[in-house]
């Protein structure tokens, strides 16, 4: 039985330079471990509230003192010395310890650096590898930890760019591997391909946004998903058989009043629809995200409907990985994918309910990391043990490559075992 004997945050910097919250957990066993959380930029209006200190004076009022201090004081005087039973045990403290819907009185921040860190002490109090504690906190079989499908960002618009096009990233997705060692050497040829047409056809330094994809100053979205399809034949590979495309269309950020707005013109929710599914029917897209804005629930079965065994529908800010809305989702027939992101709810319990749900009705998952993130590598072994699918960012930024190292070590071990 857990017991935390000793709980202790302090603030970090994420990849954008902005804080975030560092946890370290000990357990009266000995076992000590940490966990970092990032945090997003393209957000849902329904995500757990992240804790900021508000003061204009220190990082633009983006600190993150308090929520550390909630953390030292009253976390750490709540659950030391208290034996755990589970995770659940430990989440539920936490949330009855907060007593808000939204997270906003210890901060959801402050609440998933605990459970991160707790998960991570007991695992090593247990002797079992992270990715094992994950599948087990999940009730899974052995057999059910696979290393996922890398989706990996390959050119960036919207909020993770310069907004040269509405829709925030094109992705690559390598089909035809058969492990996380090949499919990054499929990657690594489509990358390269990518930056010499950035070079050759935008006259344009091969500059990354947030998540690493490259951002040239592409005329229309259109022209980015071609490029996209030139990058990989460029690189030898056959498009839709070795390497497919998935677009995060983000539209709730190019959204207002029933019209969305690209390229200078407004379309309306059917004529939206129908601009997603050209851009379906013309590439091979095996994935779309979040393609209406995140409050159109009633619009999205019309989505899903037409996108319907072509690729999937999947949720981001439309679902926050929360299970309520992920139950209404499934009730209304409104997505068939669900993108988890553990701090968009707070704790891993939570999520670990969301992701139950989409699996009970036959959903794909797809464990994605945020824009501001951290050298911690815990969400590769969340996805090896949850996701059909990880969405972590591109080959270039060490952030982002501390998690496809960890799939790539992760792989070693299930192969040798």
Not at 145 to 173: C, M, R, W, Y
Not at 230 to 249: F, K, Q
Not at 303 to 328: E, I, M, S, W, Y
Request: glycine share 8%.
């Amino acid at each position: 039985m857990p017991t935390i004997n000793h709980l202790h945050a302090r603030e970090i910097l994420d990849s954008r330079g902005r804080p975030t919250v560092k946890c370290c957990c000990e357990l009266q066993s000995g076992a000590v471990a940490s966990a970092s959380v990032p945090s997003g930029a393209s957000t849902g209006t329904a995500e757990a509230l992240e804790l900021r200190d508000k003061d204009a004076k220190r990082y633009a009022g983006l600190g993150c003192l308090k929520a550390c201090l909630n953390i030292n004081q009253i976390t750490a005087f709540a659950l030391c010395n208290k034996p755990l039973e589970t995770q659940r045990e430990l989440d539920q403290l936490l949330l009855e310890l907060d007593g808000t819907p939204n997270k906003s009185k210890l901060g959801a921040n402050a609440i998933l650096a605990v459970s991160l860190a707790f998960a991570r002490a007991h695992a090593l109090e247990r002797g079992v590898t992270l990715y094992q504690h994950f599948s087990d906190l999940a009730g899974q079989p052995r057999s059910a930890i696979k290393p996922p499908t890398l989706t990996v960002n390959l050119f960036s618009g919207g909020k993770h760019a310069g907004g040269q096009v509405e829709i925030q990233d094109v992705l690559v997705v390598p089909v035809g591997a058969s492990s996380v060692d090949e499919a990054l050497v499929i990657i690594f040829a489509v990358y390269r391909a990518a930056m010499e047409l950035t070079r050759k056809k935008y006259d344009a330094r091969p500059l990354v946004a947030d998540e690493g994809g490259l951002a040239p100053p592409f005329p229309s979205i259109e022209a980015m998903l071609s490029d996209a399809v030139a990058s990989i034949e460029a690189a030898g590979l056959h498009a839709g058989r070795d390497v497919a495309l998935a677009v995060d269309v983000a539209s709730s950020h190019f959204y207002d009043r029933g019209i969305y707005t690209i390229g200078g013109k407004s379309l309306d929710t059917d004529a939206m629809i129908a601009r997603v599914k050209g851009w379906v029917d013309t590439y091979p897209i095996v994935s779309v995200e979040d393609g209406l804005e995140e409050g159109s629930i009633e619009h999205w079965p019309k989505l899903r409907a037409a996108l319907l065994g072509k690729t999937l529908t999947l949720g981001d800010d439309f679902l926050c990985t929360n299970p309520h809305r992920v139950r209404q989702a499934i009730a209304a027939g409104a997505a068939d994918a669900l993108l988890l992101k553990v701090n968009q709810i707070g704790t891993l319990t939570e999520a670990a309910d969301a992701r139950k749900l989409a699996r009970e009705a036959d959903w794909k998952v797809v464990v994605s990391a945020r824009s501001g993130e951290t050298e911690d590598d815990w969400l590769a072994d969340l996805a090896t043990a949850w996701g059909d699918y990880i969405k972590v960012g591109s080959i270039t930024r060490s952030e982002r490559l501390a998690k496809y190292n960890r799939l790539l070590e992760i792989e070693r071990e299930l192969l040798s075992t």
